[in-house]
């Protein structure tokens, strides 16, 4: 079996996760990407997620959390999520990948006859599939940064644990590093923190020929330099490569704590890489302002999937990044849609600042979202649709515009007033061909996904948030405003501000004589980081600090 051995112009860094799932892999590639760019590397990021579906456009929220989108239209892990936001990476299909995905390239050439006949095997043709996935991001920056999906343990991980074990001596030890996450537990009855779990995954990990370089121990407390020793003993690690990975108040402290603990000094020592000091100080001004607002609003979220705060994952770090642009705290009230259905509005979003439904897919809920759609209508409350939320809201001002009827073809086929349908053939500008979808297309194939241009009108919600003509926004949706009733709604007072370059599609709506009220039918969360608060989210809070003034 032979090996590709190069030089690769990037280095490579490894994380993977033992004990447990949701130890925070995701935030701490983040974080070490903010680090390491905040020394003038560049990065870039990677997941590798060991699930056998294709991707998660498919799944559930409530099994899998947010779906992703990128610029390039990928329908990705959460996780990629984090790596904009804390980083400059610009990420797409290249960046994420199933176990699905990687067995469906391998299955694809062997039907198409690529391995000439030979027997099909995980190693070398899976490992040797991954690897090719991986070795995409060489030469795209200083750094790469590829996380591993589930737990030391997980039987569907092996394949990829195996590829970057090999890894290793394609590329040269010089070249990578592995950074193992893993949980120090404190036990309460025992008064002791325990470094057992640490060390059977650690175990775990080196019987299949990974030995950690440095380990992130996720941990309630901070660790005591015995407690780091006993670690490095046991685990043949560095003292110094052991590292604390401490519960914080918020998210964005975690860069902050790993530089305290020596993290990126660390990983620049094991490759080899010099740099100057890093400049931490817009990560300590941020989480000042995150820690010490002056202000304080109530922002009201009528979901479906609210059962699971991960679900809107974006959608909750943008409008805190909307609160640190106006020097607020936000919090939430996540009113479930159907709960909305059987009771009053005015019991479940009373004390409100401004209300927002997000987007998402089938009728459940959808009579919930609408009641409160229109209490913040006619209560002038600052409100904000996104996606599926800006098609309702279109839905709701249509029934009071005459057309009692009004509905989405999603959810009846038969109203008389369309207003929101599935647009058979469109041009898709990003990609400059005529797209055609109708009902009996694959489930992904009917979405209009990823970056699309958007022209805005002046003297709107909109141009006052953007300041510019024209913006990029991306999209993950199935359904379109209908253009059939586009001038019987404008006539009775909808305001179409943000269009598709050929006039076609309709992007942004708003309504007259209300404080704030805005519908998209992009997702802005997608853009939004809290270095760069998205602009809408940035006056969507704005609006409602200035209503909870009045109020």
Not at 157 to 182: K, M, W
Not at 362 to 380: C, L
Request: with cysteine; charged share 25%.
């Amino acid at each position: 079996m032979k090996t590709s051995k190069h030089n690769p112009k990037t280095k490579f860094i490894f994380i993977t996760g033992g004990v447990l799932s949701s130890l925070g892999k995701g935030l701490a590639a983040a974080s070490i990407g903010a680090l390491l760019e905040s020394r003038g590397l560049t990065i870039t990021l990677q997941k590798l997620d060991p699930y056998i579906n294709v991707d998660p456009g498919t799944m559930n929220p409530f099994q899998h959390g947010e779906v992703y989108v990128t610029d390039d239209g990928a329908e990705t892990d959460l996780d990629l999520g984090h790596y904009e936001r804390y980083t400059g990476a610009k990420l797409g299909q290249k960046h994420n990948y199933t176990s699905g995905r990687i067995y469906y390239s391998v299955i694809t050439k062997e039907r198409q006859g690529k391995y000439l006949g030979g027997t099909v095997q995980v190693i070398p043709h899976i490992t040797d599939e991954i690897k090719k996935a991986i070795n995409q991001l060489d030469g795209d920056a200083d750094v790469a940064i590829v996380e591993i999906g589930g737990t030391i343990g997980d039987i569907e991980s092996l394949p990829f644990l195996e590829a970057i074990r090999q890894f290793r001596l394609d590329v040269g030890r010089e070249n990578t590093i592995y950074i193992h996450v893993t949980w120090v537990p404190y036990l309460k009855a025992a008064g002791e923190v325990k470094t057992k779990p640490t060390q059977h995954s650690v175990k775990e990990l080196r019987a299949i020929g990974i030995q950690p370089d440095i380990l992130l121990c996720r941990t309630e407390t901070q660790l005591s330099l015995e407690l780091k020793s006993k670690i490095s003993l046991f685990c043949n690690v560095p003292t110094d490569a052991v590292i604390t990975a401490q519960d914080v108040e918020s998210i964005y402290e975690v860069p902050l704590r790993f530089h305290e603990e020596g993290l990126d000094k660390k990983i620049l020592e094991l490759l080899n890489v010099w740099t100057g000091a890093p400049r931490i100080e817009p990560w300590q001004e941020l989480v000042r302002k995150i820690k010490n607002p002056s202000h304080r609003v109530l922002i009201g979220i009528i979901g479906k999937y609210v059962d699971l705060k991960e679900s809107y994952k974006s959608l909750h770090e943008a409008l805190v990044h909307g609160g640190v642009a106006n020097d607020a705290q936000v919090e939430l009230r996540y009113v479930h849609a159907e709960e909305l259905e059987e009771k009053s509005a005015a019991e479940l979003l009373s004390g409100c600042h401004g209300i927002l439904v997000p987007g998402g897919f089938g009728s459940r809920g959808v009579k919930g979202k609408i009641k409160g759609i229109t209490y913040a209508r006619e209560n002038k409350i600052p409100f904000f649709g996104i996606c599926l939320g800006m098609q309702l809201a279109v839905v709701e001002f249509a029934r009071t515009a005459g057309m009692k009827d009004a509905n989405s073809n999603e959810f009846t086929a038969d109203t008389k007033h369309p207003v929101i349908y599935l647009m058979k053939e469109w041009f898709d500008h990003r990609t400059n061909k005529k797209q055609v979808r109708d009902e009996s297309s694959e489930m992904g194939g009917t979405l209009r996904l990823g970056s699309y241009p958007c022209k805005l009108h002046k003297n709107t919600f909109a141009y006052e948030a953007y300041g510019q003509d024209e913006i990029n926004e991306r999209h993950r949706h199935r359904y379109e405003f209908n253009g059939e009733f586009r001038d019987k709604l404008v006539k009775n007072g909808l305001i179409i501000s943000g269009v598709s370059p050929d006039d076609t599609l309709v992007e942004i709506v708003e309504l007259k004589d209300h404080p704030w009220f805005l519908g998209c039918q992009f997702h802005p969360e997608f853009q939004s980081s809290p270095m760069r608060p998205h602009p809408l989210f940035r006056n969507f809070i704005r609006a409602g600090l200035e209503f909870s003034r009045k109020s």
